[in-house]
């Protein structure tokens, strides 16, 4: 069964500085990859996603993340961060062959942006 | 933009009581998802739902759980006899064809 290691529970870093969240999965078969962000009393929301082609991915709001397939892992990076991005975030794989595609999330990261 | 909705945003229940969690899925999509979040945990699968009928479940989607859409814009999932620690946050979520998944706000449901 795939699984998803996030190594870090919770990452605070100061306002502007860069910022890295880490994330592996197990499985050495092909995947989607996706980071989710939760704001406080919100729902998931997708930030980026990997399905095939360019193993670097961006979202509008600056993050980015590679898909690294001979290290299995997927972190997502964000060269500035603002206040606004204190937030969970949650990477998660899914099988492409397998007709639910369900989702098997990691723990999840708690970004903390300090002023 | 179209979005997942869910309802209601807390419920507070009784042990061995029944709970309903509704949700509104995206009009056009065709897959269904249940997810749950206990306080603290990942965010695990439940159960999934497509062409009227479960795909795929969890181990923790047993005899007490159940879904149904039963008029074509309502997706539910059905606790029968709730236990304290089905005390979690549960998200809904639907997909199209393509691969992304659009989740709910959540549902939190409190068994005391």
Known sequence: ?115 | EPEVTQTPSHQVTQMGQEVILRCVPISNHLYFYWYRQILGQKVEFLVSFYNNEISEKSEIFDDQFSVERPDGSNFTLKIRSTKLEDSAMYFCASRAVSYEQYFGPGTRLTVT
């Open chain 1, 1 to 115: 069964a795939q699984s998803v290691t996030q190594l870090d529970s919770q990452v605070p870093v100061f306002e502007e500085a860069p910022v890295e969240l880490r994330c592996n999965y197990s499985s050495s078969v092909s995947v989607y990859l996706f980071w989710y962000v939760q704001y406080p009393n919100q729902g998931l929301q997708l930030l980026l996603k990997y399905l095939s082609g360019s193993t670097l991915v961006k979202s509008i709001n600056g993050f980015e993340a590679e898909f690294n397939k001979s290290q299995t892992s997927f972190h997502l990076r964000k060269p500035s961060v603002h206040i606004s991005d204190t937030a969970e975030y949650f990477c998660a794989v899914s099988d492409p062959g397998q007709g639910a595609q369900k989702l098997v999330f990691g723990q999840g990261t708690r970004l903390t942006i300090n002023p």
